[in-house]
């Protein structure tokens, strides 16, 4: 089955206490993002991938981290976490600019920081 | 950058009737609007999306509509049932992925 899969679901850790979310496709992906959703603004872009070892910021980078070693993986590092970083994260992916456009979500990793 | 502006936040309708979502965008260069829907405890989902040559699409219940002059695009769905109760998201995007703008989203509540 076609799928975008993020580990752990859920979490709940204490300030500066570094932490990765792993995303993983299965669909042979170039393009690979993060996304924040928060009520009321909406999903906003932290870092997108378009292929292997090329990443680049989106709308709210600061605070996180991620690399691209191998294509189907694209993990989101915080290194420091703090309460402001207390979100639901979706990462997605697309085949890329040669695709259609569709973007693929995970389930989504709902964290929570003290 | 881009803008996207999303109305109604909440929106209740009885099932049977139609419901329509706005969105209205700020870059005219932007030629890709896509629709996705979010259930509980998922990710979204597209539904259907339009470009900028065509004013308008449909897929059974559901249409968007699309006023490049106006900049704003529209999503109907009529005869609406309880299990297209969630969360919709519009997007507006210029090229590809990577700029993609999406709406703050509403919440469509169904009542039987």
């Known amino acids: 089955e076609a799928q975008v899969t993020q580990n752990p679901r859920y979490l709940i850790t204490v300030t500066g206490k570094k932490l990765t979310v792993t995303c993983s496709q299965n669909?042979?992906?170039?393009?690979m993002s993060w996304y924040r959703q928060d009520p009321g603004l909406g999903l906003r872009q932290i870092y997108y991938s378009m292929n292997v070892e090329v990443t680049d910021k989106g709308d709210v980078p600061e605070g996180y981290k991620v690399s691209r070693k191998e294509k189907r993986n694209f993990p989101l590092i915080l290194e420091s976490p703090s309460p402001n970083q207390t979100s639901l994260y979706f990462c997605a992916s697309s085949l890329g600019p040669s695709g259609n456009g569709e973007l693929f979500f995970g389930e989504g990793s709902r964290l929570t920081v003290l | 950058g881009e803008n996207v502006e999303q109305h109604p936040s909440t929106l209740s309708v009885q099932e049977g009737d139609s419901a329509v979502i706005k969105c209205t965008y700020s870059d005219s260069a932007s030629n890709y609007f896509p629709w996705y829907k979010q259930e509980l405890g998922k990710g979204p989902q597209l539904i259907i999306d339009?470009?900028?040559?065509?004013g308008e699409k449909k897929d059974q219940r559901i249409a968007v509509t699309l006023n490049k002059t106006a900049k704003h695009f529209s999503l109907h769905i009529t005869e609406t049932q309880p299990e297209d109760s969630a969360v919709y998201f519009c997007a507006a995007s210029m090229r590809d992925n990577n700029d993609m703008r999406f709406g703050a989203g509403t919440r469509l509540t169904v009542k039987p």
């Open positions: 339009i470009r900028s040559n065509v």
């Open positions: 669909m042979n992906h170039e393009y």
